[in-house]
């Protein structure tokens, strides 16, 4: 039988791409086997010169090269099977090999009949995964995801609100931002409301010449404000009527503290003595919590209200729970008063504290297992702390001797951005009802409102709430 009566009922598979795509093909077989398609007519130069893949430790990639031969026709055999692979996927690695007349009578070789470029799924496949040496398979360790690039806090603040007779003692809280975006503000013997929406300032309350305002205190609701004054007493009013609602007994000293738990007010004053408070029962106070050994300064109750946070001159941290009246835990590795306290609103049980100028230490303490976590040293004292309810951040304000404002990113405890602008420590802290603002207040007389947390529905973007309130106003 002749050749022609050989081929009759074989179709001949030549060097020729099949019709459907013949320039794709073309160029594809070009960049896989070039050294086949030399112009006889010029010099074909290209963009990435190899002289040897001899020495190439191919084996970190898990290919296998043929036994036998030349090192360069090991490395081109290689380096074909590299790129096809990266340019059809392992299932297509030995379909689409540049056909020679020695395998023309083969049919295992035969090209599937299907789109090779598959356009859809390479399309959500990220750009390193295209990479001829397959990377992301070969070497699991290497993260080759995007970086994220660092969240942007503005230095400078948005506001500055001029606040006359804001006192300079450490000791005292006296600003609070309430539920319903209205900041208190305690100047000497008044409290002064300024609505954070409208820019309307009220006053609220005059305590005379004989007493002064000693801290200020929302309750969850934003409709009632507590306030501690100078004589011992704490006054509850009515915010939306500037209507005084009861005052209650209790303190020898003044109350420099105030913490709400729904219908439950805590005071903690000079007396070193810490008072419960149901605002619905008759009686002025319902237990009377001893422990601290010098004023209680700070006071704050976790989110779910079941533990109350103290601190005191006496350099102790106590943890009480809804009905003792001696605290469950007690914290004295700080040196110094601890005034700044804060809850974490993302893990339970998690609080922080920072003391004062001998210590300049904010603690991290695990209070469900009774552990103290970590320490940072802030090399200046610390006197407010506040977490960011929508990232895992927060936020210290100091005094001696640098008077800052540092955002920091928990655990790592890295420094997110440090603010500078008050002349005086900065004695006040308060956050806004959305979580992205903190207002700040020092000795020099002024607030200054500061966009440093992202909000709630977008981490990445940097927040705009007050770009268009700059400028400097008074808050009475």
């Not at 006296?174 to 300032?201: E, F, I, P, R, T």
Request: net charge positive; glycine share 6%.
């Amino acid at each position: 039988m002749d050749n022609s009566s050989t081929h009759q009922n074989v179709p001949p598979i030549s060097m020729s791409p099949p019709p459907e795509n013949p320039a794709v093909l073309r160029h594809v077989e070009r960049m896989i086997n070039y050294n086949h398609f030399k112009s006889p007519s010029r010099t074909i130069y290209s963009d990435r010169f190899i002289p040897s893949r001899s020495a190439s430790k191919f084996a970190l990639f898990d290919i296998s090269t043929p036994a036998g031969g030349s090192p360069a026709e090991e490395s081109s055999s290689a380096y074909a099977t590299l790129l096809r692979t990266a340019l059809f996927g392992p299932d297509v690695a030995g379909v689409a090999t540049p056909l020679t007349p020695e395998k023309k009578d083969s049919p295992a070789m035969t090209l599937p009949n299907r789109n090779i470029f598959r356009y859809k799924m390479e399309t959500r496949q990220s750009m390193h995964s295209l990479l001829p040496f397959m990377c992301d398979d070969a070497l699991p360790g290497v993260n080759h995801s995007p970086v994220k690039a660092p969240r942007k806090v503005p230095r400078s603040p948005y506001k500055v609100l001029d606040a006359p007779a804001l006192q300079d003692d450490f000791y005292l809280n006296l600003v609070d931002w309430s539920s319903h975006n209205v900041l208190a503000v305690g100047l000497g013997n008044c409290v002064y409301l300024w609505n954070a929406c409208s820019s309307k300032v009220t006053k609220l309350c005059d305590l005379g010449i004989e007493d002064s305002v000693c801290s200020v205190g929302w309750a969850q609701r934003g409709t009632h404000l507590a306030v501690g004054t100078r004589n011992g007493k704490v006054q509850i009013w009515d915010a939306s009527r500037c209507k005084k609602i009861r005052s209650m007994e209790g303190h020898r000293l003044r109350v420099g503290a105030l913490a709400w738990s729904s219908s439950l007010l805590s005071s903690g004053g000079r007396d070193k003595n810490i008072y419960q408070r149901d605002i619905r029962a008759q009686e002025d106070f319902v237990s009377k919590l001893s422990g601290h050994k010098s004023e209680v300064c700070g006071l704050k109750w976790s989110y779910d209200n079941r533990e109350l946070a103290s601190g005191g001159n006496d350099n102790r941290l106590f943890v009480w729970n809804q009905h003792s009246t001696q605290p469950v835990l007690k914290y004295c590795e700080h040196t110094a008063a601890v005034k700044a306290i804060a809850w974490s609103p993302h893990l339970h049980g998690l609080l922080a504290s920072g003391g004062g100028t001998a210590d300049r230490c904010i603690r991290f303490w695990n209070t469900t297992t009774n552990s103290h976590l970590s320490c940072m040293d802030t090399g200046s004292q610390v006197c407010n702390l506040v977490w960011s309810k929508n990232v895992n951040e927060l936020v210290s304000t100091h005094g001696y001797s640098q008077n800052q404002i540092i955002v920091w990113r928990y655990p790592t405890m890295s420094k997110l951005a440090t603010l500078t602008g008050h002349t005086y420590r900065v004695l006040y802290l308060a956050i806004s009802p959305d979580g992205q603002t903190i207002v700040t207040g020092a000795g020099d007389e002024t607030l200054r409102f500061w966009n440093v947390f992202p909000s709630p529905k977008s981490q990445n973007t940097d927040s705009q709430i007050g770009a268009s309130s700059l400028g400097r106003t008074i808050i009475r």
